[in-house]
């Protein structure tokens, strides 16, 4: 759940920047809505909620979640790309597949 505040409140830091344009701050706030109802969907597994999953490309559930770290990575001077041949793959259960990415990718960028 730390990791899920962590990339809404870098977003958040986004949209009040000095420098935010209105695009800026709406892509921001897109942002912001997208991960706090992935938190929202982390927090309902974590009581034992057994909501269905929808099926993704496991290509855009990692886009998805590298976008949303763009904000981290920049604070700590890293671009992060992703490189894949598996766009038609696709996979069920994104969120979890987003929280293990949201995670390792942290990580990473804390030891960066």
């Known amino acids: 759940m730390s990791n899920a505040l962590t990339v809404l409140l870098g977003w958040v830091e986004e949209a009040r920047a000095p420098d935010a344009t ?11 809505e997208q991960r706090a109802r992935m938190a929202r969907t982390l927090a309902r597994h974590a009581i034992g909620d057994e909501s269905e999953d929808v099926e993704v490309t ?23 790309k992703v490189a894949s041949n598996a766009s038609r793959a696709t996979v069920y259960g994104a969120s979890d597949i ?12 804390a030891f960066a």
Request: proline share 0%; no cysteine; net charge positive.
């Open 58 to 80: 496991f290509a855009s559930a990692v886009m998805e979640v590298v976008e949303s770290l763009r904000v981290e990575a920049g604070k700590r001077k890293v671009m992060l």
């Open 98 to 109: 987003s929280q293990i990415a949201t995670n390792l990718l942290l990580n990473a960028l």
């Open 22 to 32: 209105a695009e800026s701050t709406a892509y921001a706030l897109r942002i912001i």
